[in-house]
């Protein structure tokens, strides 16, 4: 893997572990993250700090992939899809000063091996998205999704299984 570090009024891309052919389009903001062999990542995409990408992977345009984040190979993420890594999120800490990195805690979110995450869904922290697992578009995923399974819906449940 190359590290890439690119600032361009039309990217950002700061310390990114780069694998073989993978195309970063314009208006990507990444750091500190790792992206492996043969992905694609859309426009006006954000990948933070300490987010994993597999191989094969496709990410669509206006994604926000946040801190914590794991990404398994051969995933589709959805145009708009976002991500949260804090259950209990606050501007300010107990003394009313603006938070800071040791005042909250990550907590990570796995999307498994072939699962895909349809348009405009929001994933929160701490859920595991199971092997070849289906979101449904403009979902809201707060529990573990099985594998091979399809889930919709705000909370997002079990529609059908996957033969």
Known sequence: MEIL?????RQSIRNVKVGKDVRIFNFVNAYECVID??????????????????????????????EGVNIEDNVFI????????DKYPRATNFDGGLQTESDWKVENTYIKKG??????????????????????????VTKDVPANTVVAGNPARVIRLIK
């Open 115 to 140: 699962a895909s995450v349809g348009s405009s869904s929001t994933i929160l922290c701490g859920v595991i998205v199971g092997e070849n697992a289906i979101v449904g578009a403009g979902s809201i």
């Open 78 to 85: 959805g145009h708009n899809v976002t991500f949260i890594n």
């Open 5 to 9: 570090n690119i600032d361009t009024p």
């Open 37 to 66: 062999d043969g992905t694609k990542i859309g426009a006006f995409v954000e990948i933070q700090k300490n987010a994993f990408i597999g191989k094969n992977c496709k990410i669509s345009s206006h994604t926000f992939i946040c």
